[in-house]
T-cell receptor
Framework: NAGVMQNPRHLVRRRGQEARLRCSPM?????VYWYRQLPEEGLKFMVY????????ESGMPKERFSAEFPKEGPSILRIQQVVRGDSAAYFC???????????FGQGTRLTVV | AQKVTQAQTEISVVEKEDVTLDCVYE???????LFWYKQPPSGELVFLIR??????QNEISGRYSWNFQKSTSSFNFTITASQVVDSAVYFC??????????????FGKGITLSVRP
């Protein structure tokens, strides 16, 4: 039973490019959460999605960031026109239903050069 | 708004010492979950414990123990007889229960624990 899978593990982008981060939840999980960990900081909530719906995006920056969780396929966190300040570790977590434990993926480390 | 404070930023101990990591939280909710996660140098997040706010019993798991004090809003974590493999960043986190997004966690900034041989 595979855990939460995130890919790529490491991603390097030049300023102005787009970054796409993928998260495949655990089998049977339909809830996905994205968190960002800036250097020397704790994790900060970004967005909570269920299949085809964004439930809570209160932690998402207003511009350049978007997330989706389609009916088929992984959840995608998309960052357009990346800037140096976007360099961080992005973690995805999934749960089977509200009220249960969330399992984290290994994270994607984005470096913007 | 919820808040988790981990006042200690870095702790260094010698192997076999006991060490306590402090966590203080703020929430207006009467029911909530508290968590501890470990982040080793490899970077993944390892779940250690989840505690329901209704359950103030202390918990022990091997060399790990947790002291939940609702009166002081604290959820401290003690490692007994520390080992080099315990070296990691430890995060305390808080989530609501009643609003539904139970896995929306508020994290502290983490404590970097270094255990020297």
């Amino acid at each position: 039973n595979a855990g939460v899978m995130q890919n790529p593990r490491h991603l390097v982008r030049r300023r102005g490019q787009e970054a796409r981060l993928r998260c495949s939840p655990m089998k049977g999980h339909s809830h996905v959460y994205w968190y960002r960990q800036l250097p020397e900081e704790g994790l900060k909530f970004m967005v909570y999605l269920q299949k085809e719906n964004i439930i809570d995006e209160s932690g998402m920056p207003k511009e350049r960031f978007s997330a989706e969780f389609p009916k088929e396929g992984p959840s995608i966190l998309r960052i357009q026109q990346v800037v140096r300040g976007d360099s961080a570790a992005y973690f995805c977590a999934s749960s089977s239903k509200q009220g249960t434990e969330a399992f984290f993926g290994q994270g994607t480390r984005l470096t913007v050069v | 708004a919820q808040k988790v404070t981990q006042a200690q930023t870095e702790i260094s101990v010698v192997e076999k010492e006991d060490v306590t990591l402090d966590c203080v939280y703020e929430t207006r909710d009467t029911t909530y979950y508290l968590f501890w996660y470990k982040q080793p140098p490899s970077g993944e997040l390892v779940f250690l414990i989840r505690r329901n706010s209704f359950d103030e019993q202390n918990e022990i798991s091997g060399r790990y123990s947790w002291n939940f004090q609702k009166s002081t809003s604290s959820f401290n974590f003690t490692i007994t007889a520390s080992q080099v493999v315990d070296s990691a960043v430890y995060f305390c986190a808080l989530s609501e229960i009643l609003t539904g997004a139970n896995s929306k966690l508020t994290f502290g900034k983490g404590i970097t624990l270094s255990v020297r041989p």
